[in-house]
C-alpha cells in the first residue's frame, strides 16, 4: 500500500479534531485494510476518474437534451449545462481567498498513521478543490437535466468520499466543498443563464444549430412542426384560401 504510515495514535496536533479527526481515521482506515491494487485503483478514481465520469455525463446530458423536448426546452437545458463547467471555474476561483485565509494544513501534515494514496500535496485543505468543481458541476447538470444530475451528484459525493479515504483531506473540508459547490452554482446561476440563454439561442438558429438541436427532433410548444434544428417555422395559416380566392 501507498502511504505515510507511522502506526501511531490520533495525534493531537494540526486542523482536526473530536469527530472531524475520528472521522478521518475511520474512512482513511479502509485504505488500510485493502489491498494495494485497490487502493491504486481508488487513487486514480479520486483524483482523475470521477472527473473524468462527470465529464461524460455532462456529454452524455447535452446529447439528450438535443433530442428531447421542444426546441425552446433543448435551448434552456445546453444553456444549463454550458453553464456546469463555467460554475465549477467560478468555484474554484472563490475557494482561493478561502484557503489562503483558513491556511489549514493536509492532514497528514499534522497527523501521523494515515495512508496518503497520492503524493506531491502541498498547497491546503480547506476547502477541497476536488470536491467544490465535483459538486458544482453536478448542480450544473442538475439544474439541466433532471436524470443526468442524479447520476452527477451521486459522483460528486463519491468524490467527497474518496478525497478522506486517500487521506488528503479531513471530512470538513469535503464538506466544505460540498457547499461551497452548491452555493457559487445557484447563486450565479439567474445571472449566468440571462447571460448564455441568448447566446445558445442564436447558435440554435445559426449554421452550428446541431450543438443545441439535433436536426430532426421536436415539435415547437405549441405543436407545430419545427425547420431545420428544431427552430420552429413561421406560420401560413390562411395562405391556402387567399391562394384559392385568388
Request: proline share 5%.
Amino acid at each position: 500500500m501507498a502511504g505515510l504510515a507511522q502506526e501511531t495514535p490520533l495525534a493531537t496536533a494540526g486542523g482536526g479534531s473530536g469527530a472531524d479527526l475520528s472521522l478521518l481515521y475511520d474512512i482513511n482506515g479502509l485504505s488500510k485494510a485493502a489491498p494495494p491494487w485497490v487502493d491504486s485503483i481508488m487513487g486514480f478514481v479520486g483524483e482523475t476518474g470521477i472527473m473524468l465520469a462527470m465529464g461524460i455525463v455532462g456529454l452524455w446530458a447535452w446529447w439528450s437534451a438535443r433530442r428531447q423536448g421542444t426546441a425552446e426546452d433543448s435551448v434552456a437545458a445546453v444553456a444549463g449545462l454550458a453553464w456546469a463547467p463555467l460554475a465549477a471555474a467560478a468555484a474554484v476561483v472563490v475557494n482561493i481567498p478561502i484557503r489562503g485565509f483558513v491556511e489549514r494544513p493536509r492532514p497528514f501534515v499534522d497527523h501521523d498513521g494515515l495512508e496518503v494514496l497520492v503524493s506531491g500535496k502541498t498547497d491546503f485543505s480547506f476547502v477541497s478543490d476536488h470536491s467544490t468543481m465535483a459538486m458544482a458541476l453536478a448542480v450544473g447538470i442538475f439544474l439541466a437535466h433532471r436524470r443526468f444530475g442524479f447520476v452527477a451528484l451521486g459522483l460528486a459525493f463519491a468524490e467527497g468520499f474518496l478525497r478522506i479515504y486517500m487521506g488528503v483531506h479531513y471530512p470538513t473540508d469535503v464538506i466544505g466543498g460540498l457547499a461551497l459547490g452548491t452555493a457559487v452554482t445557484l447563486l450565479l446561476a439567474p445571472l449566468a443563464l440571462a447571460l448564455l440563454t441568448p447566446l445558445v439561442s442564436a447558435i440554435a438558429g445559426s449554421r452550428a444549430g446541431g450543438l443545441v438541436r439535433a436536426g430532426n427532433a421536436g415539435r415547437g410548444r405549441d405543436g407545430e412542426r419545427s425547420g431545420h434544428f428544431g427552430i420552429p417555422e413561421p406560420r401560413t395559416e390562411g395562405k391556402g384560401e387567399k391562394d384559392l380566392a385568388a
